[in-house]
């Protein structure tokens, strides 16, 4: 990949390509096998994905990351040692009576006799007579017993001149170097004047993995690494990645999460891997396009939000300040702190479940809360015992009358471990898991394991669900759960399970953890009534939406989500630019209201406000947003409770609506 040739001429070059033989050669050595100490198959992590992994640490973590640090290397590294040695072998080197013709840098050779000085003082070989000159030297290598001296394998060669000192001051009778590089000036012609000294120079990875540290240069910021398709012979770029004046690249139709290039897309349609299931989907009962979207309007931008809210006056910016404080005063005072562990979800609490099950704490303790709060208002009822094993409890779940246990639909279901908790802990016989995505080391192997458990997988938008056609759920009675539905994913699944012209006599119970409110639209909002009776309007709504990620970029050690009496000197510090751990590490850049054109009017006054004050204001709008969720479940005749399932040191995201029919 060192070298680039004529467009014109790449047919050609690639017929007799100089590294074409190595490579056919290579791949047929007994010595070479792909990957063998690689470790495991994953993904090299960039310097550049590193650096970002740190960046958005929380001032908290990156706190607690130095001291663990500081803690083990004062336990574990206290005893390292200078070992700085010349041994008397290597005088000829450090005296430069050596060959004219090897290059001498005094550092390097400082370095190559301490390196194998502290190989000697070990015992691990042992040096020649310092006395000799170079020829007798030589002489004694040839003539010595090949038993006596061990072979020497150099990795990471280079040139080899390391191996050089250790045969011109130890006397070697066999050398292996290990290379993957074509060097010039290597230390070969020399050692091979050697007589009796067997040379082998081993063009190969150190990995066994020819070309495996050779990828296309195009980052990929959502996955947080460079593209791994190989670069063509005359870029640094894939196919895919390589600039091209006369096309451009275009969203494929079909699935826009990637795009082609405009002139490819008539053959792609044909054979994007998405299409097999988007004709799939069509053709399903319970697919009718946009029947849970609300309003037919174009999505309104993070960006153009912003831009909304930086184009106010600063009066302007002020009254609606005001008008969330009161609205939050007069509509959202009750709502509650509701952490509950039910007794039935022990068995997970205690990590008393199948092993190959992932296991993190403050994901458990959600998914308990979640489940707790649905079954403290009475929409379900656990088994009986909490003694039961995971065996004992399945056996209970496919004994039981169907008729006894609802069925339960999860929304946004990703891998599936909320319904996972709620099969183990409280028994069901029917399950339905939502999701657009496709998802690996999902729960469905465990759970198609529970005997007389039926579970069904409906890859699709909720936005497109019809759930009275899906025709194995008609007449039973189901609960609709979700952990986390991003900004309007929660409206949609209250319209798909509540909205008008749905069938809701067979709902038993809600319970939605939202999420992502900045993500919300005013086309999708469920209760857009709501918003006007407060006297606000559209263009305000998304500015409420705007300001619920100021709640989210903070230190959530203390409870800032009580922020009608937070008066607490409690410091929250904005881990994206306001003493987050880029401004402690570099005070790279300035904030991003410091760089806009045009500083003054409201990025001024928001710039002045302390993150404390955001991140208030920020959990005001979310107590709004979901309040306005909780109104409209009351209109349509549910018993709902808005609470908060968690503290907001285990996630910040902590609304619950629940609902009982």
């Known amino acids: 990949m060192t070298s680039a040739v004529l467009e014109s001429n790449l047919e050609s070059h690639l017929k007799r390509c100089p590294l074409l033989k190595h490579k056919n050669s290579l791949s047929s050595q007994p010595f070479y096998e792909k990957g063998i100490n690689g470790g495991d198959d994953e993904e090299d992590v960039t310097s550049e994905s590193k ?18 640090i500081k803690s083990v290397h004062e336990s574990m590294c206290k005893d390292i040692r200078d070992s700085y040695i010349v041994p008397e072998a290597c005088s000829m080197w450090i005296n430069r009576a050596i060959d004219g013709k090897i290059p001498f840098q005094e550092k390097h050779v400082i370095q190559q006799a301490s390196i194998l000085g502290n190989l000697e003082k070990l015992g691990a070989m042992k040096s020649t007579s310092t006395a000799l000159t170079p020829e007798q030297l030589n002489f004694c290598v040839s003539s010595a017993d090949s038993s006596d001296s061990p072979a020497v394998v150099e990795f990471g060669a280079g040139r080899g001149y390391l191996t050089q000192m250790l045969a011109d001051c130890y006397g070697v009778s066999k050398v292996f170097l290990v290379e993957r590089r074509s060097y010039k000036l290597k230390a070969d012609r020399s050692l091979r004047q050697k007589e009796s000294l067997v040379l082998e120079r081993l063009r190969v990875d150190r990995l066994s993995r020819m070309g495996s540290t050779h990828r296309c240069n195009f980052y990929l910021p959502k996955k947080k690494r460079h593209c791994a398709i190989p670069p063509l012979p005359n870029t640094q770029f894939c196919g895919n990645h390589t600039k091209r004046s006369d096309d451009t690249w275009i969203q494929c139709s079909i699935d826009p999460s990637h795009s082609v290039l405009e002139s490819n897309l008539e053959s792609h349609l044909k054979r994007c891997p998405l299409l097999k299931h988007k004709n799939s989907l069509y053709s ?40 969330i404080k009161s609205v939050h005063e007069s509509m959202c005072k009750d709502i509650r702190d509701s952490y509950i562990v039910p007794e039935a979800c022990s068995m997970w609490i205690n990590r008393a479940i199948d092993g190959k099950i992932p296991f993190q704490e403050k994901h458990v303790i959600q998914q308990a809360s979640i489940l707790g709060n649905l079954e403290k208002l009475g929409a379900m009822k656990s088994t009986s015992s909490t003694d039961l094993t995971p065996e004992q409890l399945n056996f209970c779940v496919s004994s039981a009358d169907s008729s006894d246990s609802p069925a339960v639909v999860e929304f946004g279901a990703g891998r599936g471990y909320l319904t996972q908790m709620l099969a183990d802990c409280y028994g069901v016989s029917k399950v339905f898991l939502v999701e657009r995505r496709s998802y690996k080391l999902k729960a469905d192997r465990s759970l198609r394991q529970k005997e007389s458990l039926v579970l069904e997988r409906l890859r699709v938008d909720i936005e497109d669900l019809n759930l009275d056609a899906i025709e194995s759920l008609k007449g039973l009675p189901y609960l609709a759960i979700g952990k986390h539905l991003c900004g309007p994913a929660t409206d949609m699944t209250l319209r798909c399970c509540v909205g008008e012209g749905v069938t809701t006599s067979y709902l038993r119970g809600i319970s939605i953890a939202t999420c992502c409110h900045h993500l919300c639209q005013w086309k999708h909002y469920i209760n857009k009534s709501f918003f006007s009776s407060l006297g606000m309007t559209k263009d305000e709504f998304h500015a409420v939406t705007w300001f619920t990620s100021w709640a989210v970029d903070a230190d959530h050690s203390s409870n800032l989500a009580d922020s009608s009496e937070n008066e607490s000197d409690t410091k929250i510090e904005n881990e994206k630019g306001l003493g987050g751990v880029a401004d402690m590490s570099a005070k790279e850049s300035d904030t991003e209201m410091e760089t806009e054109k045009g500083l003054g009017g409201v990025a001024d006054t928001i710039r002045n406000m302390s993150a404390r004050e955001r991140a208030v204001l920020g959990f005001m709008c979310k107590d709004i947003i979901d309040a306005g969720r909780f109104m409209w479940m009351k209109d349509y005749g549910l018993e709902s409770e808005l609470v908060k399932y968690v503290p907001s040191n285990i996630s910040p995201e902590n609304h619950l609506l629940v609902a009982k029919r």
Not at 57 to 62: A, G, K, S, Y
Not at 297 to 323: L, P, Q, Y
């Open 51 to 68: 650096r970002m992994a740190v960046h958005n640490m929380t001032v908290v973590e990156f706190g607690n990351i130095i001291e663990k």
């Open 284 to 323: 399903q009962p319970f697919y009718e396009k946009g029947i849970n979207g609300g309003d037919d309007e174009e999505d309104v931008t993070s960006e153009s939000k912003r831009t909304a809210v930086h184009n106010m006056t600063v009066v302007e910016f002020g009254k609606i300040i005001e008008k």
